[in-house]
């Protein structure tokens, strides 16, 4: 199994969010929906970064009442690990696993977004597979 199949059966869409969201309006919508994670975009729909629960904790305990109105773009992760629809489960246990990340944006030979994968759903996938 790949992870392109986990996606499939899965049909829901990528949580994203923009750039120039603040920090406030994030926390809200992760609240509200139950993200663990977002792909953070821009205009274009470009992949620029990855925002998790824990990035938007660290910045509201560091900083407080201001952080809610910091920017995504100035707390996101710009290491982004990515894999691709045909990346196995196992390619992509070791990419979390070696690069300490609990989700994987899924991109296509081209570049453009094509899924989003936690750690939870490639291991509930690798257990069912084996």
């Given at each position: 199994?790949?992870?392109?199949?986990?996606?499939?059966?899965?049909?829901?869409?990528?949580?994203?969010?923009?750039?120039?969201?603040?920090?406030?309006?994030?926390?809200?919508?992760?609240?509200?929906?139950?993200?663990?994670?977002?792909?953070?975009?821009?205009?274009?729909?470009?992949?620029?970064?990855?925002?998790?629960?824990?990035?938007?904790?660290?910045?509201?305990?560091?900083?407080?009442?201001?952080?809610?109105?910091?920017?995504?773009?100035?707390?996101?992760?710009?290491?982004?690990?990515?894999?691709?629809?045909?990346?196995?489960?196992?390619?992509?246990?070791?990419?979390m696993s070696d690069n300490n990340v609990h989700?994987?944006?899924?991109?296509?030979?081209?570049?453009?977004?094509?899924?989003?994968?936690?750690?939870?759903?490639?291991?509930?996938?690798?257990?069912?597979?084996?």
């Open positions: 199994m790949n992870i392109g199949q986990i996606v499939e059966k899965r049909k829901r869409d990528v949580p994203q969010i923009s750039i120039y969201d603040n920090v406030h309006e994030t926390v809200r919508l992760f609240s509200r929906n139950g993200y663990k994670a977002a792909v953070v975009v821009d205009e274009s729909k470009a992949l620029c970064g990855v925002v998790t629960e824990h990035d938007l904790v660290r910045c509201l305990g560091e900083d407080g009442e201001l952080a809610k109105k910091s920017k995504i773009e100035d707390i996101m992760s710009l290491d982004i690990v990515v894999c691709t629809p045909q990346t196995s489960i196992q390619e992509a246990m070791k990419l989700h994987l944006p899924i991109v296509d030979e081209s570049g453009h977004m094509r899924g989003f994968v936690s750690m939870m759903e490639v291991m509930v996938s690798f257990v069912e597979s084996t």
